[in-house]
């Protein structure tokens, strides 16, 4: 008697994520505060006017690195923290502003949808994910220390107060960075704030969701989430009537890429630094990790595991 | 920016698995319906449970990450400072058993110092080993280190049964569970080492302080498998302990039969049904528990404790029937008739 070679499988057992199309790199050509919009449509487009060389940069050093060159560039805008005006008015200064100043804008998004996409939680999903930076001894007997709504890259001082056994004043101890060379940089960055049953998300929180979602790293049950989608006509009056991202160019590369870069103006330097004690702390699930490298390695491209060093900035002192 | 591809070679290759299963009994009156599995083991959001309803109902948790920093265990006593992360899953058989299983991977580190932490969590289940002996050659010390729990000149290492411990918690807090266990059933521990060669070898210790420990090989298989053999094994051996202490409470030499009967039952109701083994175990790794199930035998240990409390229930029912039929004569010949 032959064996016979069977098969069988369960759905409910597989591991599936989603393959998302990926550019090479997506470019943020700005962000949009009230203020900046208020300014006016000259302003904006002075603005993109200074953002272009560093755009034009980006193409340059990529065309050296890989024949064709997959860059899309995207505009984020602030309706999370201050709501202005209406959608079709705001992309409309704006898309007139970038013409303007020869720039094309490939993705609109929305920060309100890092928070929570087309009825996705990211902020929580991504929440849920982190793993915090372990201080020295950390051996996993227990739980490490947080504080709610805080994440830090290193140990804390002490909390002041008063030495009981001594009864007087505890010396003050220097807050300690784990991965310090020989001095600290400490930094504790504040997640969130709530306001009765309202998590407020703060900016470097979204920030970091935002740089996840360019870089095509999250999903939700395997499935990709905050899916760009084609603009709608007319745009719509509220903004939570607008999808999360949505697509301007029909013949755009696509939304997310193997590494970002984002023009900012130099004050934006510390929001940046605290996404990044934010964003080293996430995990990214193993098998998109795997999936993205493997991806680059088709394309004879090296994709650096270690999703900091997929994530670069143009900063001139002023934008 | 993408830069051309260059090889990644870092550290010295495979390492050392090392790993850490507990099983105990899920905090539930009744076997766990397959329908709520995946409300009491989804502990990542966006993470899917895998569940598995052939042969036998089964599904695991999302794998979570456990950051460490600490100095390991190591056989010489030698220090050796390992930073990385552990993953960490629960699992449910049979809608009963719970597992809490935690493993890494030790391998030689990229540098002499600590990196960012965004370098450890990019190799999600890996501990690198830092400082000037990172690459040496320390799989032997840090395996016998790991294993041996009566060695106090060693660092305590990472606390693998803390982690477990703590998802196990975390599982049976569900509000899901009504917390009840149907009888007592003590924890097991199962500290496991695996490493690559092509010699197919397989150990099992049972110390007389009832920790298990084994130590394997494998070659090739993905670390999936290796896991989930581990996983595999501690349940078996959770089910034959468990079984082994319910007959020894259960079944005294004489005594009333209703006191046996409440004794084992559980048994019964509840763990035989259960014992399967290699179900899950991928083919190219079944041969190592079958070698294990050859000598001490295992499933012959299992069988023969089943058959003692089928003839018990045998000879109990017998009885039972001899008893009535001597006592009310009609009534019971009309029973046994219908």
């Not at chain 1, 959608?87 to 890092?114: K, T």
């Not at chain 2, 993953?87 to 110092?113: N, Y």
């Not at chain 2, 399967?276 to 012959?300: H, N, Y």
Request: hydrophobic residues 40%; glycine residues 8%; charged residues 25%.
């Amino acid at each position: 008697m032959t064996s016979a070679h069977v098969t069988f499988g369960e759905v409910a057992a597989e591991r599936r994520i989603s393959n998302i199309p990926l550019s090479h790199v997506s470019v943020e050509l700005g962000h949009l505060y009230m203020d900046d919009f208020e300014a006016g449509r000259d302003a904006l487009r002075r603005q993109f006017e200074r953002v272009r060389p560093w755009a034009e940069t980006v193409t340059q050093i990529n065309e050296g690195r890989v024949r064709r060159p997959r860059i899309s560039t995207c505009f984020l805008i602030d309706d999370y923290f201050t709501r202005f005006s209406t959608p079709s008015v705001v992309i409309g200064d704006l898309l007139a502003a970038s013409e303007a100043a020869g720039l094309r804008i490939d993705y609109i998004a929305r920060e309100s949808g890092c928070a929570v996409a087309d009825g996705v939680p990211l902020a929580e999903l991504v929440h849920a994910r982190l793993v915090p930076d372990p201080p020295p001894g950390t051996n996993g007997s227990r739980p490490p220390p947080h504080e709610s709504g805080w994440l830090s890259n290193g140990e804390r001082s002490p909390s002041g107060g008063v030495d009981e056994a001594m009864g007087q004043v505890a010396a003050w101890l220097p807050p300690r960075e784990n991965a310090a060379r020989h001095h600290s940089i400490f930094l504790d960055v504040e997640m969130w704030t709530d306001e009765g049953d309202r998590r407020i998300w703060s900016c470097p929180y979204l920030a970091a969701v935002w740089q996840l979602l360019r870089l095509g790293l999250l999903r939700d049950d395997g499935r990709p989430v905050a899916v760009p989608v084609p603009a709608p006509d007319p745009l719509p009056d509220d903004w939570d009537d607008l999808p999360a991202i949505i697509q301007m160019v029909p013949s755009a590369p696509p939304f997310a890429a193997y590494t970002t870069m984002s023009v900012l103006s130099s004050r934006f330097l510390p929001v940046e630094h605290a996404v990044r004690v934010i964003l080293g702390q996430v995990s990214i699930s193993a098998a998109v990790l795997e999936q993205t490298v493997r991806r680059g390695a088709d394309e004879n491209l090296e994709i650096p595991r270690d999703i900091l060093k997929r994530i670069g900035y143009a900063i001139p002192g002023e934008i | 920016m993408p830069s051309p591809a260059r090889s990644d070679a870092g550290g010295d290759g495979a390492g050392i698995l090392i790993g850490e299963v507990h099983t105990g009994l899920l905090l539930n009156s009744a076997s766990l319906r397959q329908d709520m599995l995946p409300a009491v083991l989804g502990l990542l959001p966006g993470e899917r449970v895998r569940s598995f309803e052939r042969p036998i109902s089964h599904a695991v948790s999302p794998e979570l990450l456990v950051g460490v920093d600490c100095d390991l265990s190591t056989a010489s006593g030698t220090r050796v400072r390992g930073i990385g992360t552990l993953a960490v899953r629960a699992a449910i058989t049979g809608g009963r058993v719970l597992q809490g299983s935690a493993w890494t991977r030790l391998m030689g580190g990229h540098a002499e110092h600590r990196l960012p932490w965004s370098h450890y969590l990019a190799r999600p289940g890996v501990v690198e080993t830092v400082g000037r002996r990172r690459n040496h050659p320390y799989h032997a010390d840090l395996a016998d280190g790991f294993l041996d729990r009566t060695n106090n000149r060693k660092a305590p290492g990472i606390d693998f049964g803390a982690i477990c411990g703590q998802i196990m918690g975390e599982v049976q807090r569900s509000p899901y569970l009504d917390r009840r266990s149907p009888f007592k059933a003590a924890r097991t521990t199962l500290r496991w080492v695996a490493e690559e060669s092509p010699e197919r070898r397989i150990g099992f210790i049972l110390g007389d302080d009832g920790s298990r420990t084994t130590r394997i090989t494998f070659d090739g298989q993905p670390i999936s498998a290796v896991i989930e053999l581990c996983e595999d094994l501690a349940l078996h051996d959770w089910l034959l302990s468990t079984l082994l202490d319910v007959i020894d409470r259960g079944m005294p030499s004489d005594g009333p039969h209703e006191t046996m009967m409440r004794r084992i039952r559980p048994a019964v109701d509840h763990l035989i049904h259960l014992w399967m083994p290699g179900a899950r175990v991928v083919e190219s790794l079944l041969p190592l528990w079958e070698s294990l199930d050859t000598k001490p035998g295992f499933t012959r240990q299992w069988d023969t404790l089943v058959n003692r409390i089928r003839d018990q229930l045998a000879l109990r029912t017998l009885t039972l029937l001899s008893a009535s039929a001597e006592g009310v004569p009609g009534r019971n010949e009309q029973g046994i008739r219908s």
